[in-house]
């Protein structure tokens, strides 16, 4: 069965920088679609980056770019979520989730990760 599981949050000074590790068992993914989502207290769920995993082309929110870098490793079956410049606005648990495409649409996603809290202070 094919598990995602998210590591590397925790909690930062606003300017600091974090990376997320999503790491994927039990099968490759070489024809699907990676992403980053995040929700906040009372809020929906919200895209943040997607990665097409054989491609490596890659698709962010309008509201990260320039500061968050989604990237992966074939040989690790991992992607990364490299974050700098950080807010508290971007306080969040963030979750990984694969799809057959690419898409920022979160009901496209068929796998989930747990996920992990990021938090940021002022």
């Known amino acids: 069965q094919v598990q995602l599981i998210e590591s590397g949050g925790g909690l930062v000074q606003a300017g600091g920088s974090l990376r997320l590790s999503c790491a994927a068992s039990g099968r490759t993914f070489s024809s699907v679609s990676m992403g980053w989502f995040r929700q906040a207290p009372g809020q929906d769920r919200e895209f943040v980056a997607a990665?097409?995993?054989?491609?490596?082309?890659?698709f962010y929110a309008d509201s990260v770019k320039g500061r968050i870098t989604i990237s992966r490793d074939n040989a690790k079956n991992t992607m990364y979520l490299r974050m700098d410049s950080l807010k508290p606005q971007d306080t969040a648990v963030y979750y990984c989730a694969a799809a057959r495409f690419a898409t920022i649409d979160p009901s496209q996603y068929y796998i989930w990760g747990q996920g992990t809290q990021v938090t940021v202070s002022s």
């Open positions: 990665i097409l995993w054989s491609a490596g082309s890659t």
